[in-house]
């Protein structure tokens, strides 16, 4: 169904009247199931990664699609637990630990063995106490920002800035290929879930998981082909003919040749009224 069913009928019952709809007029595709990949062949990217390499290639080196996340974890705080749910998450997840070579010019998905989360500890305890926080602050900053080498990796990676005994800032920086924003929600819940079972002493109470990412990209690569994806090309040829090959906004200054990330950030506040 498209979209705008989902505005036009935002109930369970009206979208199902949908959904019935389209099967009665031809538009429904049987998908494969989706199962774990064979890992001894090389793995191909999903269609959004591919996207993402591409645009890595045109501009690398480029921070663009850094995903960093800054925490400030106030109290006590048990550091070699917190290192070991990190280990156990890079474990856990085949994405976190996975690069992007292209041995032929076509990229792969490489998935590397589990040997633990890269991990910086930067104690700020020598630095005067009125310089710890922009200290920590910039710190956090500058590794967020780091950018990321596809090939080579590691695509995921955790700095623990400890200002003092009770205050700690931890940066958790991912590239965009390895994860999006509903991951981020998942990858912060098993954390929380494994520092608390580790510091209690207690056994990981995360079920194994049956299908992992370079699954979801063998599958999505599997269907889509002959008639179904010729459909499928053919629906945006045609919602797409006509379309501007650039978009012309009216700007106060000419469009440059080569485009620049140079710019500047004006901060102001706009009046209740």
Known sequence: VP???????PTVAGLAEGVDA???GGQRIE???LERADRDRPLPLSFAQERLWVIDRMDPGSSAYNMPFTV??????DEGALRAALDALVERHESLRTTFPAPEGRPVQAVHPAEGAPFRLEPLDGVPDEERE???LAAAAEEAWRPFDLAAGPLFRASLFRVSATDHVLVLGMHHVVSDGWSTGVLFRELSALYGALVRGEPSPLAPLPVQSPDFAVWQRGWPTGDVLERQVEF???R???APPLLELPTDRPRRGVQSTRGASHRFRVPAA
């Open 236 to 238: 945006w040829r045609e």
């Open 22 to 24: 389209a099967v009665r």
């Open 31 to 33: 998908l494969p199931p």
């Open 240 to 242: 797409l003919r006509g």
């Open 72 to 77: 400030r974890l106030r109290g006590e705080l």
């Open 3 to 9: 979209v705008r069913a989902v505005f036009e009928a």
């Open 134 to 136: 922009s200290r920590a």
